[in-house]
């Protein structure tokens, strides 16, 4: 007689191994792995947008960065927030152990729902966190139309 396992257990073993591999390549995306340094800029932008009737007001983390390093542009529908800054130190001077403060920089361009007056956007900075405040263009009230003719 002739004794058959179970016919999952390869399926369990290949399941297994695969999530080990993936458990591994994330880790190399972690902010101490070797591709961390690429994901943590673009993590360190996050946007929330309200909309507060009658503006909508765009609240950005920025840590690490001044004012001067910022770009805001606005178009139609589009807020585009770029920063980029470089560390300026005489490396010759410092005995590094770890050394990750070079360069960085992130940009993220966000849709908005509605027109905006680009002419009266403000910005402001505080603590590493940028406030973009955008008035919505105001809407014309409806006119009814007289149709000519008999």
Not at 16 to 25: A, G, K, N, V
Request: charged fraction near 40%.
């Amino acid at each position: 007689m002739s004794t058959r396992g179970n016919p999952f257990t390869e399926l369990e073993q290949l399941f297994e191994r695969m999530s080990r591999q993936f458990d591994d390549t994330s880790r190399m995306w972690e902010s101490d792995g070797p591709f961390g340094r690429w994901t943590s800029a673009a993590e360190a932008m996050a946007i929330d947008l309200v909309d507060r009737d009658d503006e909508f007001v765009a609240t950005v983390d920025l840590p690490g960065f001044e004012r001067d390093d910022i770009d805001i542009q606005i178009t139609d529908h589009t807020l585009r927030i770029e920063a980029e800054h470089e560390e300026t130190l005489d490396e010759e001077e410092e005995r590094f152990i770890r050394h990750e403060r070079r360069h960085e920089s992130t940009k993220r361009s966000i849709r908005l729902p509605e027109e905006v007056d680009k002419d009266g956007v403000k910005a402001h900075m505080k603590n590493g966190v940028l406030t973009v405040t955008l008035p919505k263009l105001a809407t014309e009230a409806a006119r009814n139309i007289e149709i000519e003719g008999t």
